[in-house]
């Protein structure tokens, strides 16, 4: 796969954790790059895009919360996550793809972005 995810964890309402991506060199970074997740038995869903020129976008269920930044010289990704809530609970993903607009990109079903996927990194929020 030409991503993988990592930094998951578990942790209780309140609390922070930071995902990372690592591209991998058959990737372009200068893609437009998105976080997902998917909570058991739920469809995967956008959470955060970020475009090349570093435009960000957020679901409404994370904004203010989150925060999706891009290093293109460590070729990685990050969600900065913080105040988490248990309806955050889910396996994060994340993406690639050459969309212009991180706005455009996020309002994609994430079908549409690719059918490269990793294995994702589970993140648990309890009470």
């Known amino acids: 796969v030409p991503y993988v995810e990592s930094g998951g964890g578990s942790v209780q309402t309140g609390g922070s954790l930071t995902l990372s991506c690592s591209a991998t060199s058959v990737i372009d970074f200068d893609y437009c790059w998105g976080w997902f997740r998917q909570a058991p038995g739920e469809e995967r869903e956008g959470v955060a895009a970020?475009?090349?020129?570093?435009?960000?976008a957020y679901s409404d269920s994370v904004a203010g919360r989150f925060n999706i930044t891009r290093d293109a010289v460590k070729r990685t990704v990050y969600l900065q996550m913080t105040a988490l809530e248990p309806n955050d609970t889910g396996i994060y993903y994340c993406?690639?793809?050459?969309?212009?607009?991180?706005?455009?990109?996020?309002?994609?079903?994430?079908?549409?972005?690719?059918?490269?996927w990793g294995q994702g990194t589970q993140v648990t929020v309890s009470e």
């Open positions: 970020i475009d090349f020129d570093r435009n960000a």
């Open positions: 993406a690639a793809a050459p969309y212009r607009s991180a706005a455009h990109a996020l309002g994609d079903s994430w079908r549409t972005w690719t059918s490269l």
